[in-house]
């Protein structure tokens, strides 16, 4: 990986991260293909298979994603990260499911360490998160006697 | 301008649900229809007024379906019944007033029975619309947009239109009871007791009222009462309650202590020069004990451990604090534009 990506070199880090989370989908979805058969094959190579009996992975993905609903056409969805993914968590198992949710809690635990450690370690640390919202206090001055009364 | 409200508070045992139970009699032999509501489970003020005078505020009411709720917790992996037992914490009869005073008939005069917790009901009221508001944008298009992942893997199972529907509702119900009570119609009686710490206890509770823009129209005390001459609130008006001996307060309309004109609640934006001054009323308040806090755009006031959240008004959000200055009750924001926005 080159500064460039790992935002070292001041660049925007969540471009890396986003491309290592996509990296991560590809490869829980390769393995899913590989421990189950069934659920549907998004590759191209699949096309064959699918003119005779509808993949089992278009039904799914037509159900969990947008797709269909904004009219995109089947290919855009075949190749769309965010339905190849649902896909895969449609057609597998709960159990094999929660072992990967135990899996993508401990990366996401191990990467906001990382990020911790690195904005930690920051020589020019980077601004709060713009969710946080200001804290500024305002001097007050005035009576200081409350028998000012009511207006 | 006759009230639509009367909120009636003070100290435990201070006598607010016998002062609440005369006022609602009074107002409903004069022929006006009366609601009462009651946060005293035990005695409070529905036990000496007649139900056939005076209605019960939210009696019989719906209670909100939460069966939403109970699917969304269960969706996110948490124990639905989290739902049933929050409605069961303390704090539970605020809510249950507030959302009876949301839908309580809008040419009814309403009475509220709040005892001691009376601050606490108008905090609650003025933040349960900036809570609810907060959960809003936790339905299906705000999470496609920032979390499409989650979405896509949830499908329909996610809340949908129907949730989002009875968010919104639950916000408006929220808005309506916060306007209702604290929109300028509300007179607000606070009871003082007679014991050894009366006036101090009165004076807390009358800093809170201030806080939350329902400062006490009048100050009522039984007659006969030790405290001194000297009055617990300034600029405000003492009532010798006309209790009987059976400790109930029987008196008619003319009985009553004035309660028509609202009180003075001035807020306003005024320029002063580039600069834009923030004026709100904040009598019984001093600046030595008043701390002040913008926090996003949001106004945190606190003073004698009360708190209170406001929502800058939108001319404001681009301007940054520059001081404040408390005097006569009246409290001015100095803000001032950032360079951004002088430049346009």
């Known amino acids: 990986m080159t500064s460039g990506t790992d935002g070292t070199d001041g660049t925007d880090p969540g471009g890396a991260v986003a491309q290592e989370a996509l990296r991560l989908a590809e490869a829980v979805s390769d393995w899913a293909r590989s421990t189950h058969p069934n659920p549907g094959d998004a590759r191209p190579d699949a096309e064959t298979s699918r003119d005779t009996d509808p993949p089992s992975a278009e039904r799914t993905a037509g159900r969990s994603c947008g797709c269909h609903e904004s009219g995109a056409v089947d290919s855009v969805c075949r190749v769309c990260p965010i339905c190849r993914v649902a896909t895969v968590v449609q057609a597998i198992q709960p159990e094999a499911l929660e072992r990967v949710a135990d899996v993508l809690a401990m990366f996401a635990g191990s990467l906001n360490a990382v990020a911790e450690d690195r904005r930690a370690g920051a020589r020019n640390p980077t601004p709060s998160s713009p969710a946080k919202p200001e804290h500024t206090d305002i001097p007050v001055s005035g009576d200081t006697d409350d028998e000012g009364g009511a207006p | 301008m006759l009230p639509r409200l009367v909120l009636v508070g003070g100290a435990g045992g ?90 309580a008939p809008e040419h009814d005069l309403v009475v509220i029975d709040a005892g001691a917790r009376v601050v606490d009901l108008v905090q609650l009221a003025g933040m349960l619309p900036w809570f609810v508001q907060g959960v809003l944008p936790a339905q299906r298009g705000w999470l496609t947009a920032t979390r499409p992942l989650l979405a896509a893997a949830v499908g329909r199972r996610w809340p949908g239109p129907d949730t989002a529907d009875a968010l919104r509702a639950v916000y408006e119900a929220t808005v309506r009871a916060r306007d209702r009570l604290l929109g300028g119609t509300t007179a607000t009686v606070l009871v003082m007791g007679d014991d050894a710490s009366a006036r101090a206890k009165t004076r807390w509770l009358a800093r809170g009222l201030s806080l939350h823009d329902a400062y006490p129209r009048v100050v009522a005390r039984r007659q006969g009462s030790t405290f001194g001459v000297s009055p617990v609130l300034p600029d405000v008006p003492v009532w010798d309650l006309p209790a009987t001996a059976d400790d109930t307060v029987q008196c008619g309309v003319s009985g009553l202590p004035d309660l028509t004109a609202p009180p003075d609640r001035a807020r306003d934006i005024r320029a002063d020069g580039q600069d834009m001054l923030w004026r709100m009323a904040l009598p019984l308040i001093d600046s030595q004990n008043l701390r002040l806090t913008q926090e996003g755009d949001d106004l945190v006031l606190e003073a004698h451990g009360h708190r209170r959240l406001v929502g800058l008004p939108t001319a404001l959000r681009r301007c940054r604090p520059a001081g404040a200055l408390l005097r006569h009750g009246i409290l001015e924001v100095r803000f001032r534009p950032t360079q951004q926005e002088q430049a346009t």
């Open chain 2, 14 to 103: 201070a006598g607010a649900s016998t002062c609440a139970a005369g006022i609602a009699a009074a107002y409903a032999a004069d022929g006006r229809r009366v609601s009462l509501a009651t946060l005293d489970g035990c005695a409070g003020a529905g036990d000496l007024v007649s139900e056939a005078t005076v209605s019960r505020l939210g009696a019989g009411a719906p209670r909100p379906d939460l069966s939403a709720a109970r699917g969304a917790m269960d969706l996110a992996g948490l124990d639905p019944r989290l739902i049933d037992e929050l409605g069961g914490l303390p704090g539970r009869e605020l809510v249950g007033v507030l959302w009876a005073l949301a839908d």
